[in-house]
């Protein structure tokens, strides 16, 4: 059983630094990515970065320059590091684990870490 866990959200003010960490366990199979998304009060959830299994990351268009992503395969850990904060960049942070195993593709999902930038 696969279990993803994030931490390292907080209130900062405009312009602060947070630096998220997602650790997964009970991973001993392929993973493909780790995908970082977000959810703000009354919006749907999207996409901000991620990283494959290759290395290679993409991000949305509204933080590029300002967040990176970034891991440590052997403690399993993929970071997220957001400079620059906005006040539109508070939501609550999820970390995605998408891995094969058994023949199928599958995602894993922590609980969520807030992040609130005051202005």
């Known amino acids: 059983q696969v279990q993803v866990v994030e931490s390292g959200g907080g209130l900062v003010q405009t312009g602060g630094s947070l630096r998220l960490s997602c650790v997964a366990s009970?991973?001993?199979?392929?993973?493909?990515?780790v995908k970082w998304y977000r959810q703000a009060p009354g919006k749907q959830r999207e996409l901000v970065a991620l990283?494959?299994?290759?290395?290679?990351?993409d991000y949305r268009d509204s933080v590029k320059g300002r967040f990176a992503v970034s891991r440590d395969n052997a403690k399993n850990l993929v970071f997220l590091q957001m400079i620059s904060l906005q006040p539109e960049d508070t939501a609550v942070y999820y970390c995605?684990?998408?891995?094969?195993?058994?023949?199928?593709?599958?995602?894993?999902w922590g609980q969520g870490t807030q992040v609130t930038v005051s202005s």
């Open positions: 009970g991973v001993s199979f392929s993973i493909n990515a």
């Open positions: 995605n684990v998408n891995y094969n195993t058994l023949g199928r593709t599958w995602d894993a």
């Open positions: 990283i494959r299994s290759g290395g290679s990351t």
